[in-house]
Protein backbone atom coordinates (compact mmCIF):
# COMPACT_ATOMS: atom_id res chain seq x y z
CA UNK A 1 0.00 0.00 0.00
CA UNK A 2 0.91 3.49 -0.29
CA UNK A 3 0.97 5.71 2.79
CA UNK A 4 0.02 9.14 2.58
CA UNK A 5 0.30 10.60 5.56
CA UNK A 6 2.44 13.22 7.46
CA UNK A 7 2.05 11.53 10.95
CA UNK A 8 1.52 8.14 12.07
CA UNK A 9 -0.44 6.40 14.96
CA UNK A 10 2.15 6.05 18.21
CA UNK A 11 1.55 2.61 20.54
CA UNK A 12 1.64 5.28 23.55
CA UNK A 13 1.88 8.66 24.87
CA UNK A 14 5.28 8.14 25.11
CA UNK A 15 6.23 5.17 23.50
CA UNK A 16 7.06 5.22 19.64
CA UNK A 17 6.58 3.42 16.60
CA UNK A 18 8.60 2.73 13.91
CA UNK A 19 7.33 5.90 11.90
CA UNK A 20 6.33 9.39 13.52
CA UNK A 21 6.78 11.91 10.90
CA UNK A 22 6.70 10.73 7.26
CA UNK A 23 9.95 13.32 6.69
CA UNK A 24 12.00 11.35 8.81
CA UNK A 25 10.86 7.85 7.38
CA UNK A 26 7.69 6.41 6.02
CA UNK A 27 6.59 2.99 4.75
CA UNK A 28 6.17 3.65 1.77
CA UNK A 29 9.69 5.03 1.14
CA UNK A 30 10.61 2.27 2.66
CA UNK A 31 9.76 -0.20 0.08
CA UNK A 32 10.66 1.82 -2.27
CA UNK A 33 14.26 2.14 -1.63
CA UNK A 34 14.03 -1.75 -1.18
CA UNK A 35 12.95 -2.60 -4.47
CA UNK A 36 15.01 0.18 -6.20
CA UNK A 37 18.29 -1.46 -4.26
CA UNK A 38 17.22 -5.24 -5.45
CA UNK A 39 16.55 -4.28 -8.52
CA UNK A 40 20.28 -2.63 -9.10
CA UNK A 41 21.89 -5.14 -7.01
CA UNK A 42 22.58 -2.55 -4.46
CA UNK A 43 22.64 -2.74 -0.52
CA UNK A 44 21.18 0.72 -0.06
CA UNK A 45 19.33 3.02 -2.18
CA UNK A 46 17.76 6.96 -1.52
CA UNK A 47 14.04 8.32 -2.22
CA UNK A 48 14.15 12.07 -2.54
CA UNK A 49 11.34 14.09 -2.18
CA UNK A 50 13.18 16.52 -4.50
CA UNK A 51 15.81 17.08 -7.46
CA UNK A 52 17.00 19.68 -4.71
CA UNK A 53 17.12 17.41 -1.74
CA UNK A 54 19.12 14.41 -3.94
CA UNK A 55 21.78 16.93 -5.14
CA UNK A 56 22.36 18.19 -1.73
CA UNK A 57 23.44 14.73 -0.92
CA UNK A 58 25.36 13.76 -3.56
CA UNK A 59 27.79 16.80 -3.25
CA UNK A 60 28.60 15.66 -0.44
CA UNK A 61 30.14 12.87 -1.13
CA UNK A 62 32.57 14.85 -3.50
CA UNK A 63 35.73 15.01 -1.17
CA UNK A 64 37.97 18.52 -0.77
CA UNK A 65 39.68 19.47 -3.66
CA UNK A 66 37.85 17.74 -6.33
CA UNK A 67 35.66 18.93 -8.77
CA UNK A 68 31.91 18.64 -10.66
CA UNK A 69 31.82 19.23 -14.26
CA UNK A 70 27.96 20.81 -14.68
CA UNK A 71 25.98 22.15 -17.85
CA UNK A 72 26.38 26.35 -17.64
CA UNK A 73 22.20 26.31 -18.86
CA UNK A 74 20.70 24.28 -15.03
CA UNK A 75 17.90 24.92 -12.83
CA UNK A 76 18.45 28.06 -10.78
CA UNK A 77 18.48 26.32 -7.29
CA UNK A 78 20.76 24.08 -8.80
CA UNK A 79 23.12 26.91 -10.02
CA UNK A 80 23.32 28.95 -6.84
CA UNK A 81 23.73 25.72 -5.03
CA UNK A 82 27.04 24.75 -6.98
CA UNK A 83 28.29 28.57 -7.15
CA UNK A 84 27.44 29.39 -3.43
CA UNK A 85 27.75 27.06 -1.19
CA UNK A 86 29.67 23.70 -2.77
CA UNK A 87 32.98 25.68 -3.23
CA UNK A 88 32.61 26.48 0.06
CA UNK A 89 33.64 22.54 1.36
CA UNK A 90 36.74 23.09 -0.71
CA UNK A 91 34.87 21.53 -4.14
CA UNK A 92 35.61 22.83 -8.05
CA UNK A 93 32.80 23.72 -9.50
CA UNK A 94 33.22 23.82 -13.41
CA UNK A 95 30.37 25.33 -15.83
CA UNK A 96 30.41 24.25 -19.97
CA UNK A 97 28.41 24.41 -22.51
CA UNK A 98 27.23 20.76 -23.04
CA UNK A 99 25.71 22.10 -26.67
CA UNK A 100 29.60 22.41 -27.53
CA UNK A 101 30.62 18.30 -28.13
CA UNK A 102 33.70 19.46 -29.69
Request: aromatic letters at 8%; a negative charge.
Amino acid sequence: PIYQTATFGQPGATTFGKYDYTRSGNPTRFVLEAQMAELEGADRSFAFASGMAALAVVTRLVANGERIVAGDDIYGGTSRLLSQVVPKQGVEVVNVDTNDLH
